[in-house]
């Protein structure tokens, strides 16, 4: 009796063996696919919480958080980050400009910037259009005329228009209404006034408004 139990221990740990390793090729694919199954679920759910934090369209118009260029997303046109020229080559040119002063992280400055994308559809080859971040103004004892710190009143939305002179036409701060800034650039160019044509048309021909789109 003591020698079959011994004969047959071998055995039966061998089967013991045979049956762990039948079970652990059953199972293990199972669990392999279910590991990569769930690292899976993990990676796209970490990549779609990054684009919807980032996505445009959950960008707030009306709230002061920071979501980027705010003339790529609430303008349209993120042509105007960074500005093409500075103030200092407009002035050597002697061309207009319009000093657009903000901040990225305001409500109003967001709104805005659809104002000043529609500005620049009209005026955009006969001036130059010039935003300026106010975070990013050297903090100076005193600026020279051609530099925007100059003209920057602590206040944001601001719009400064400088003719090609150097001489500040329109100075408005806060969200001013388009119309407003058309009148000036009107002025400006010798345009008719709006209560005349509505449509950009030529009092008398010059070189700046000869640019303009009629």
Same mark, same amino acid.
């Given at each position: 009796m003591i020698f079959w139990r011994s004969l047959?221990?071998?055995f039966g740990t061998l089967c013991q #063996?045979? #049956?762990m390793l039948v079970l652990d090729r059953a199972? #293990?694919?199972h669990f392999s696919k279910r590991l990569v199954a769930v690292c899976l679920v993990t990676l796209l759910s970490l990549f779609a919480c990054l684009v919807l934090q980032t996505s445009p369209a959950l960008a707030g118009i009306d709230d002061d958080r920071f979501d980027g260029n705010i003339f790529a997303l609430y303008g349209?046109?993120?042509s105007l980050i960074p500005p093409r020229i500075s103030l200092a080559e407009s002035m050597n040119y002697k061309k207009p400009a319009l000093l657009v002063f903000y901040i990225d992280d305001s409500s109003n400055c967001k709104q805005f #910037? !659809? !104002?000043v994308n529609r500005l620049q559809a009209f005026y955009g080859r006969a001036a130059s259009f010039i935003p300026i971040d106010v975070d990013a103004i050297?903090?100076?004892s005193s600026y020279s005329a051609n530099e925007p710190g100059y003209y920057y009143?602590?206040?944001v939305p601001e719009t400064i228009l400088i003719d090609e002179s150097g001489k500040v036409v329109y100075d408005g701060k806060g969200q001013v209404a388009f119309e407003e800034v058309d009148d000036a650039f009107r002025e400006l160019f010798n345009l008719l006034p709006r209560s005349e044509s509505v449509e950009l048309k030529l009092r008398s021909f010059n070189e700046f408004n000869s640019e303009l789109e009629e």
């Open positions: 047959c221990r071998p #063996a045979r #049956a199972i #293990a694919p349209g046109n993120g #910037a !659809v !104002v050297p903090l100076k009143q602590g206040v």
